[in-house]
């Protein structure tokens, strides 16, 4: 890279390159350069001085639909324009920069990202915030709050396109007062639902992801007895009925091809998606993406499915596909993409 990087962001790029953000350098003082990683090539190049900003540590950053990189944990929320490696300035968040320690969503249907919780001058906060991409006039909402302030939590996406909210504390330190009860947010409703407990703390390195068969995976914390175990979650969707099989898909697919999916739960099936496989650290998963797709049963053995337009809704990669029967999900297919 450029320089030496402490807690950068990567993001992937519709073309399938990355981009590297922010980070502090060895001097503690931030990296402002972006670099551009290419896959294909095996390089790494320093962006002109016109990408250059500086971001601080695990900037929140998003992929949009329309290819440009959207950073909403900073105010105000900036828009990174790849073709030109230039940024421009969007709306003020409410509560301002939000810090290293929140969780950030992008929100099935790809337009409205949240910011949840994390840290600010006056404390923890509980609150939760929606910037819609797709307003004519781009501004930050306030949502419903989440039951409890949380910093170093984990927000995972679940099979049925709501939002898990699993770990952290309310601190102000990175260890104190865990909340060992996560929550569920409901994005069509904007409702948040308390679930089981969990048994550990799960803060300060602690990480969160979906599984293929539709549950949670929260593991580690880099301090106390158990930071070494892992717990399961399963969401109530998992007790709300038979769930729908897939006895066949395809194992790739491109942009904007009908594709088949065999399953003998055709004539009930509600909902078809794709979720884009995580990395995650720092309350930060760096890829999750819930992409919906269009689909029709074809009346006797399956469903007849449409991919992802292009490579903006859906970088190129690894998607867990799921098909689901009023709300209930299979277990998933892996995919890859593009």
Do not use: C
């Not at 929140?60 to 959207?70: D, K």
């Not at 302030?149 to 939002?163: C, E, F, K, M, S």
């Not at 994005?187 to 048994?199: R, S």
């Not at 993406?289 to 190129?316: E, I």
């Amino acid at each position: 890279m450029d320089v030496a990087r402490w807690y950068p962001t990567a993001i992937q790029l519709g073309d399938g390159t990355v981009r590297v953000f922010g980070g502090t350098t060895t001097t503690g003082s931030n990296a402002v350069t972006v670099d551009a990683y290419d896959p294909a090539t095996n390089t790494l190049t320093t962006l002109p001085t016109t990408a250059n900003k500086g971001l601080s540590t695990y900037p929140r950053a998003r992929l949009t639909t329309t290819g440009l990189v959207v950073v909403t944990d900073r105010t105000p929320t900036f828009f990174f324009h790849p073709a030109t490696s230039t940024w421009t300035s969007g709306p003020k968040p409410n509560l301002g920069a939000r810090g290293v320690r929140d969780m950030s969503v992008l929100l099935p249907g790809l337009t409205k990202i949240m910011e949840i919780g994390g840290a600010l001058s006056t404390g923890t906060t509980n609150t939760a915030e929606i910037l819609d991409l797709s307003a004519s006039t781009l501004s930050w909402q306030f949502t419903s709050p989440m039951n409890f302030g949380r910093i170093w939590a984990n927000a995972v996406l679940l099979a049925d396109g709501t939002v898990m909210v699993i770990g952290g504390g309310s601190g102000p330190g990175n260890y104190q007062a865990p909340i060992r009860t996560p929550e569920i947010y409901d994005p069509v409703a904007a409702t948040w639902a308390e679930m089981a407990a969990q048994t550990a703390a799960r803060m300060y390195h602690s990480t969160a992801l979906l599984l293929p068969d539709g549950r949670v995976l929260s593991a580690g914390q880099s301090s106390g007895t158990l930071q070494q175990t892992g717990e399961i979650f399963s969401p109530p969707y998992l007790f709300a009925g038979a769930r729908p099989t897939i006895t066949a898909a395809p194992s790739s697919v491109t942009y904007n091809q009908q594709f088949s999916i065999t399953t003998p739960d055709f004539a009930s099936i509600t909902r078809v998606a794709l979720i884009k496989a995580g990395s995650v650290t720092h309350s930060n998963n760096f890829d999750q993406r819930y992409v919906d797709l269009a689909f029709q049963s074809d009346g006797t053995s399956g469903l007849n499915a449409t991919s992802p337009p292009d490579f903006n809704h859906a970088p190129p990669g690894w998607y867990m596909l799921f098909i689901l029967n009023s709300g209930v999900p299979s277990v998933a297919s892996w995919v890859q993409v593009g």
